[in-house]
């Protein structure tokens, strides 16, 4: 390959980079036009919330559950080397209030829940489902993409503040195994060094993370191609974009919150 083969396939390459984030932003921007134009499906927005609720409950639980008493294994060790074992429910409780129930909670639903919509826009969309639907009178953006993503919006804050709980009492399963903490003692120890600020920050990220998880599965879905072959390619996309958008939505925020802490 010749040094001018090299150069139209990088240039290529970046060329395809830039087409891709301009339809994703012109993607992003069509859902906020359309989701404040009736029709509004509301029974397709419940259904799928409970959908997306219902498939991720479980592992959630199982998840946040071993989070909170391994993390709290792992954090007694140390905080008795310096003998501040009573502070063990308030560091837990920043840990898993701040970063861990919101950023695990993403990337469960970022596996189950994008991988899905992904799958399930592609296979219509492969199908020519979608086409079916536009010669209906239906429109599908509004029906397939806008129900899904308020769906993911909704959804996964909820999620987040349920692995959060799940996560806090697994710390206290731990706790009291070792010091016979009560129940009441433990959680209050934990929220007293949580501020406004951490409550907001968990929240906000959330719903980012929802949106984020909810406009990738669908805009990936909804504009595969090469037939049966993109619906695999199409959910494996949704999964790894949503997931490394994430990562750096938790970067982002988490340094604009501390900003906001220091002000």
């Not at 953006?141 to 987040?160: C, E, G």
């Not at 990562?247 to 604009?256: H, K, P």
């Amino acid at each position: 390959m010749n040094s001018k083969t090299k150069t139209y396939v990088i240039s290529k390459n970046i060329d395809q980079h830039l087409v891709g984030i301009s339809n994703a932003y012109q993607f992003t921007a069509r859902f906020f036009k359309e989701v404040f134009k009736p029709p509004f499906h509301f029974r397709e927005i419940v259904h799928q919330s409970f959908e997306i609720g219902l498939k991720s409950l479980a592992l959630i639980t199982v998840t946040g559950f071993i989070i909170g008493i391994v993390f709290t294994k792992q954090s007694r060790p140390s905080l008795e080397d310096f003998g501040a074992t009573s502070w063990l429910p308030s560091l837990i409780g920043i840990a898993i209030v701040r970063a861990l129930g919101p950023l695990v909670t993403a990337l469960i639903c970022a596996g189950k829940v994008g991988s899905s919509i992904g799958a399930e826009l592609s296979s219509m969309k492969v199908t020519e489902q979608i086409e079916a639907m536009e010669v209906s009178a239906i429109n599908p953006f509004k029906y397939l993409v806008v129900t899904r993503v308020i769906a993911t919006t909704l959804t996964i804050p909820v999620l987040s503040l349920y692995c959060i709980c799940v996560g806090l009492f697994g710390s206290y399963i731990n706790v009291h195994a070792e010091e016979a903490t009560g129940i009441i003692s433990f959680f209050k120890n934990a929220f007293t060094a949580i501020s406004f600020l951490d409550l907001f920050s968990s929240l906000a990220k959330s719903i980012v993370f929802g949106f984020t998880i909810g406009v990738v599965g669908c805009y990936k879905g909804f504009n595969a191609t090469q037939g049966t072959r993109g619906v695999g390619k199409a959910a494996n996309q949704a999964v790894v974009l949503a997931m490394f958008l994430v990562f750096l939505e938790e970067i982002i925020i988490v340094q604009v919150s501390n900003w906001i802490r220091y002000f």
